[in-house]
């Protein structure tokens, strides 16, 4: 069975511009959760969708955004990049249970 | 105060070593409980879940949680060189609206050979 996919495996953007960050889910799951995990800070929840919603989402300002398509794959949007966006973005799928399991990231590096 | 607080190691060991990881949570609302290890550029690779206070083992690897004291732990048997990496624990609120995983800050393991 195929895991979590993200792409693309890195990124690199100058402060200002926008990312557009992609996660496939396992096959039949219908959740899928993004998280950033920056030096220093540890892994923090950024949204969850679920079934093409949005149901909740962190801490972080509304530039973060995203989308989850019909298919179940979704979009991790960051606006107007900071220097303090560089980080590790990872998405992770679940079936509805309790299980959360994890893509391989995506580096997103801001100068 | 954090919710979930890690002790941060660096951790090292001799192989065969009972390797003992843990962290403590604050509100009592955290229902369910995770273990990740994560390899260096990895993303994290779920190791085990419980939700019940008491022991959960698989393998070389046992969950124990005590809902009492807000303290969960992770022991790993026979650590392995393979074993090292950074483990992070994961608590998941008890509201089913609220699904996202609040992690610790990650222990850094190292076995040596």
């Known amino acids: 069975e195929a895991g979590v996919t993200q792409s693309p495996t890195h990124l690199i953007k100058t402060r200002g511009q926008q990312a557009t960050l992609r996660c496939s889910p396992i096959?039949?799951?219908?959740?899928v959760y993004w998280y950033q995990q920056a030096l220093g800070l540890g892994l923090q929840f950024l949204l969850w969708?679920?079934?093409?919603?949005?149901?909740n989402r962190g801490n972080f300002p509304p530039r973060f955004s995203g989308r989850q398509f019909p298919n179940y794959s979704s979009e991790l949007n960051v606006n107007a990049l900071e220097l303090e966006d560089s980080a590790l973005y990872l998405c992770?799928?679940?079936?509805?249970?309790?299980?959360?399991?994890f893509g391989p990231g995506t580096r997103l590096t801001v100068t | 105060q954090k919710e979930v607080e890690q002790d941060p190691g660096p951790l090292s060991v001799p192989e065969g070593a009972i390797v003992s990881l843990n962290c403590t949570y604050s509100n009592s609302a955290f229902q369910y409980f995770m273990w990740y290890r994560q390899y260096s550029r990895k993303g994290p690779e779920l190791l085990m879940y419980?939700?019940?206070?008491g022991n959960k083992e698989d393998g070389r690897f046992t969950a124990q949680v005590d809902k009492s004291s807000k303290y969960i732990s992770l022991f790993i048997r026979d650590s392995q060189p393979s074993d090292s990496a950074t483990y992070l624990c994961a608590i998941r609120h008890m509201d089913t609206g609220r699904r996202a995983l609040t992690f610790g800050s990650g222990t850094r393991l190292q076995v040596q050979p």
């Open positions: 096959s039949g799951h219908t959740s």
């Open positions: 992770a799928s679940s079936p509805g249970t309790l299980e959360q399991y």
């Open positions: 419980t939700y019940s206070s």
């Open positions: 969708y679920d079934e093409g919603e949005e149901r």
